[in-house]
């Protein structure tokens, strides 16, 4: 399992090296990397195919998702609610009306899916002579990559992101409240320690978490996984207008990595542009740290 944190943690450090001033080549990674997302997700779809008695495991998979949602869901929050009760309310000036929450979710349908036509082509090849297994490390290292170029042309200098104590508070009340809620997830699941801690370390990064997962424990665990990651950002769209005046650290926090992109025009909409560099800082840390912790707490075994 060591070997897979270096295929994760290599092709992320290369990428991360790769200086880019030219703005037409950043757009062009950040949209390999969204159909990069689509591709592993449909590889993620053929695998669970290949699963033998596929029906039998659906029960399993949405159970594991509930519990794990439910146990990181309240730990978080007293977390980050705890932090809010030190810090108070957000003042100054409110942003702009909130966007769309039916086109957010709308996205997120479609991720669901592109795993079920990969679920559905996947009953007709054989897993004998489709390799789905090397193409999502492939694709996954590709992916990996790009995200490594666009984490170090993002604009985020250490300077600041040292200089933002707020942020940063909020990154590490989330992974310290999340792996909280992993161990409790684990421990009413019957399952492995270090696989609850795994599981909580996604942050809402679905498509690393499933892959990342699914490749370790199997499709099965990996789906549950995704839903669970992916239900994280669901809720956290959902959230995000009615925590961000009397409860801001929540509202930040709880997107967890995807703060930094996806849930990012929601906090800015709700919190005023005071609260980019804040959730900018916050996603930025727990994206680097997603991949790290998920493969060090699948390292440790049962």
């Known amino acids: 399992m060591y070997s897979g944190l270096l295929i994760v943690l290599l092709p992320l450090a290369l990428g991360y090296c790769v200086p880019c001033r030219s703005q037409s080549i950043l757009h062009v990674i950040n949209v390999s990397v969204a159909r990069m997302v689509y591709l592993i997700l449909f590889l993620m779809g053929i695998s669970l195919a290949f699963v033998d008695n596929l029906t039998a495991h659906l029960g399993t998979i949405f159970t594991v998702c509930v519990v794990f949602l439910f146990c990181t869901t309240l730990a978080n929050l007293t977390g980050l609610w705890l932090l809010d009760v030190r810090r108070g309310r957000v003042s100054g000036e409110r942003g702009a009306p909130v966007i769309s929450k039916w086109s957010l979710l709308l996205d997120s349908v479609w991720l669901c899916l592109v795993i079920l036509a990969g679920v559905v082509l996947g009953q007709f090849l054989d897993p004998e002579w489709f390799a789905v297994d090397t193409l999502s490390e492939w694709a996954l290292m590709l992916l990996l990559l790009l995200i490594g170029i666009q984490l170090r042309n993002s604009g985020m200098k250490l300077r600041q992101i040292l200089l933002n104590p707020w ?30 801690l795994a599981f909580s370390s996604g942050y809402g990064w679905y498509s690393l978490s499933g892959i990342l997962i699914s490749d370790q424990l199997g499709p099965v665990m990996g789906s549950a996984a995704f839903l669970n990651d992916l239900a994280r950002e669901l809720v956290a769209i959902m959230m995000i207008p009615a925590l961000m005046r009397r409860h801001p650290s929540c509202a930040i926090g709880y997107g967890g990595a995807t703060a930094m992109d996806f849930t990012l025009p929601v906090l800015q909409r709700s919190g005023g542009v005071a609260i980019v560099p804040v959730a900018i800082v916050s996603g930025f840390i727990l994206s680097l740290a997603a991949p790290v912790f998920i493969l060090a707490f699948l390292s440790l075994g049962g």
């Open 167 to 196: 942020g940063l508070t909020i990154a590490l009340v989330v992974m310290v409240s999340s792996w909280g809620g992993g161990l409790a997830g684990a421990w009413l699941l019957n399952m492995p320690l270090s696989h609850g």
